[in-house]
């Protein structure tokens, strides 16, 4: 692919015509104050934007606003097949050699001109996303050679190896199965997050001991509900036989209280007296002989006293005795009383239940049962998960395997070499080269890529490796027809004038024989800079590769002959 042209429908635009082959260059001149960086706001950088709109990048809102009624052109080759696409400034038009086409399909035609062979490849391969490294926009495009504004580290390495023709397919892979693998993590974050097993891992029960237990209680449960038969009435025939109960305890206590009773009765009743009336006679001639004996009464009426006591006391005790028993005859009888009532409640109320104990154990047996094909489900699954990280692991561990074994076999070593060529003749004194190393981590990134120049911590040093990896691309690359590379101001303006112009001698070196185009655009005081370093014949070369100079002392002399921005 090749730019022949780039032009509008207004007269004011600058058109810029291409050099077919070798260096192309557009300068931005300031004005006659020679101010410092003047020069930018010309249109380099606008020119190299409207080349990416013309294939198919989005439609700024600014041109939307600004350039309501402008059209552009784009005349560029493809495998010798010349094309023309103009498109309206609000992105509404576009016509692929005169037909009107939509974006989409433009798009589509574009990833199948054969520019890159995309051929049945991957979604994250496409014109727009590789063209980007031949012709970096925005100023993020222009601080990684391997890496483009806003792109992922494996889209972005996926599309470096598909330009070299390494081995990108692996990438695909381990990106593929750290996805499956993610994925499978987040399912089971789901399932840990069901409200079942939520309540049952934060008891701490272990799924499959819950399991056996719940295939034992189901159908206890079940068999429980089968027999179960339900009086309408039974919290009240509870409660009466309860109320039952509390009075045959009160009676059996009643009763057991006159049975002590009775004991004590029975005891007093069979004590005799305590003295003899032989042994009262000798107490009371003993007496005689202290008292006198008027004092003392007969013995006679001592001894008829104490018979009288004794037989009173004996009376009462048996008159005590009939009434207890007729007191425990009465509660026997109503004890046996309540007690048959009772019994025939407690015959009324066997083997029924409540019904809301009914309804409590049915809603218990069929929560366990949601429970059950809940765990049958979850261990079915992560039986299944287990053999799939298995499977995944050890695959993971062949394409491992694999890639070490490819990274043995140098597959950079053409480019690594000729990188090295490149940076050595702008810093002949700094170690540079590319790095590929297998990255088995656990992550989705399938190699350790790297492209360094020694000091590129430094702007300048970096752009540099910007452009020598860039050119390794144009020159070297595989599986695109790509035959022009733009490098925009930005990624001149910190190097050195030196680097700057060595830069350039290698540019006209290597463009001398081949087809490839190299567009630049360059300020005047870096370009005029870099001249001293440059002999005769290569200023002679870089002054008539000088397509446009725009300049910003009018704005007719800008790229769009008007003021934008």
Request: proline share 2%; aromatic share 10%; net charge neutral.
């Amino acid at each position: 692919m090749k730019l022949i042209k780039l032009s509008a429908n207004k007269p004011s635009f600058k058109t810029i015509s291409f050099n077919p082959n070798g260096l192309t260059l557009i300068l931005g001149d300031a004005s006659k104050d020679g101010k410092e960086g003047s020069s930018n706001g010309v249109g380099k950088t606008l020119a190299l934007e409207l080349v990416h709109y013309c294939l198919g990048a989005n439609t700024p809102s600014i041109f939307k606003e600004k350039l309501k009624d402008w059209i552009f052109y784009l005349d560029f080759m493809i495998n010798d097949q010349q094309y023309r696409v103009e498109r309206s400034a609000d992105g509404k038009k576009i016509y692929l050699n005169s037909e009107e086409i939509k974006l989409v399909d433009y798009r589509n035609w574009l990833n199948q001109c054969g520019v890159f062979d995309l051929n049945n490849k991957k979604d994250s391969l496409s014109f727009r996303s590789l063209l980007i490294r031949f012709a970096r926009r925005l100023r993020e495009d222009c601080v990684d050679p391997l890496k483009t504004h806003k792109e992922p580290d494996v889209e972005a390495q996926l599309r470096t190896f598909f330009l070299l023709d390494l081995d990108y397919n692996s990438i695909f892979i381990k990106q593929s199965h750290k996805k499956r693998l993610d994925d499978l993590k987040k399912t089971i974050k789901n399932w840990d997050d069901d409200p079942i097993l939520h309540e049952l891992f934060q008891a701490g029960n272990e799924p499959k001991l819950r399991l056996d237990w719940l295939n034992k209680e189901i159908p206890l449960l079940e068999n429980d509900l089968a027999q179960f038969t339900v009086a309408e009435n039974y919290h009240y025939l509870v409660l009466e036989a309860q109320g039952l109960t509390q009075q045959l305890r009160q009676i059996e206590k009643v009763i057991e209280i006159g049975h002590f009773q009775l004991q004590g009765i029975e005891k007093s009743l069979q004590q005799q007296s305590d003295i003899s009336r032989l042994e009262l006679l000798d107490l009371y001639k003993g007496l005689e002989q202290v008292f006198r004996p008027e004092t003392l009464a007969h013995f006679e009426a001592v001894e008829t006293f104490h018979q009288t006591f004794l037989e009173n006391r004996k009376k009462r005790l048996e008159a005590d005795k009939l009434q207890i028993l007729q007191e425990i005859e009465q509660k026997d009888k109503e004890r046996q009383k309540i007690g048959l009532l009772r019994d025939q409640l407690m015959k009324e109320l066997q083997g029924k239940r409540a019904l809301d104990e009914y309804t409590a154990l049915s809603n218990k047996l069929a929560t366990l049962k949601s429970e059950r094909v809940k765990l049958q489900e979850y261990l079915k699954f992560k039986d299944k998960l287990e053999e799939e990280k298995q499977l995944l692991k050890e695959e993971m561990l062949r394409q491992d395997a694999n890639t070490s074994d490819y990274v043995k076999t140098d597959p950079i070593s053409e480019y690594k070499a000729f990188f090295q060529s490149i940076a050595t003749q702008l810093y002949p004194h700094c170690m540079s080269g590319i790095v590929l190393e297998n990255n088995t981590g656990d992550n989705q990134l399938r190699y350790k890529f790297s492209v360094q120049i020694e000091g590129d911590n430094s702007d300048g040093i970096n752009d540099a490796k910007i452009l020598c990896f860039d050119w390794l691309l144009l020159m070297k690359g595989k599986n695109h027809h790509v035959d022009f590379l733009w490098h925009d101001n930005r990624l001149f303006a910190n190097m050195g004038s030196n680097p700057r112009a060595a830069w350039f001698k290698f540019a006209l070196a290597q463009l001398e024989n081949s087809d490839k185009q190299y567009i630049a655009t360059v300020n005047i005081e870096n370009y005029e800079s870099m001249l001293e370093h440059l002999n005769h014949a290569q200023k002679e070369i870089l002054g008539q590769a000088v397509v446009l100079k725009l300049r910003d002392d009018n704005v007719k002399n800008k790229l769009l002959g008007i003021q934008f921005g």
